[in-house]
């Protein structure tokens, strides 16, 4: 019979329809190999040579207001910009382009250039929490906006270009990939079943409990079942929510407590200021009620064995299927040691 602690599998994504390979036979304990810690970072709590401190000057040449708090303000070097033409080519099929009009911007979590997520106050972070809200209503109430995607790079190693704290949003006319991966995914498990894809999911787990890292009234986190990074996390709101608009302070108290959890125990997992992509997903705003939609979050972290070694999407990953070594229940229990007391 199977034994998916022992041989090699392959596991399903219900969101995406993709596939992962894990192959926990290539290691006999969830570690090997001596764990590095880094030196620790010591960042000042204010830089005069950074272009996202209060009163200094932008890359881009405008000068940033004496911030107190959180600050929000279009990219200066945007990827996308609003007065771009919709228009498609197509030659035979074959050379298709279209032009994708959008809107770029940057949020400061804090004026204080020494914080992460991690080590800033359930407070401090509601404050953060209220301000995706906002922009997720504003852009997302745009006629020319479909999908606004909020994320968080953080670190060097995950090509983040300034260590303040910071994360951005694109607003799109065209829903980008991941997106139309799991709306195809939710819209056909709630017409398969006529129930939510991810409200089902949860129960599964918390039943189960072996993939739950931390949890609170709210909000649950979890190393997915076809998680492909190493320590990968998905973070679910408890109560079937469409958006992040439309929690409550309740909710939106738990979710600011619960990211201060989750990035604290990634930071002691190799002793660093832990590295990730995160971002959250949830119904496009195209008019739609897309009740099929449940309000989630994605932490994809590199590192595989250390602060130093990281884990590649290379060869037979680039060309065939992701693949892992350590289970995702093995990663999961890693985590879940590291809980705050």
Known sequence: MLNLKEHPHRRFNPLTGEWVLVSPHRTSRPWQGQVEESTPEHKPRYDPTCYLCPGNERAGGKRNPAYASTFVFDNDF?????????????????LIASGEPGICRVICFSPRHDLTLSNMSASETRLVVDVWAEQYQELGSRHSVNWVQIFENRGAMMGASNP?????????????????????????????HE?????????????????????????????????????????????HTSDIAELSNEQRNGLAE????????????????FPYSMGFHQRPTDGNAHREWHFH??????LLRSATIRKFMVGYELLATPQRDITPEAAAERLRALAPA
């Open 78 to 94: 945007a990827a996308l910009l609003p007065d771009t033409p919709s228009e498609t080519m197509n030659r035979d099929d074959l």
């Open 164 to 192: 303040h704290p910071h994360c951005q949003v694109w607003a799109t006319l065209d829903l980008p990939n991941e997106a139309v991966k799991e709306q195809r995914g939710v819209a056909s498990y709630l017409n398969k």
């Open 195 to 239: 129930r939510c894809l991810l409200c089902e999911y949860l129960k599964i787990e918390e039943a189960s409990g072996t993939r739950v890292v931390v949890k609170n009234d709210h909000f649950v986190a979890v190393v997915p079942f076809w998680a492909i990074w190493p320590f990968e996390t998905l973070l679910l709101a408890r109560e």
């Open 258 to 273: 619960i990211l201060v959890q989750l990035t604290s125990m990634y930071d002691k997992l190799f002793g660093t200021s």
């Open 297 to 302: 979050g994605h932490f994809y972290p590199p």
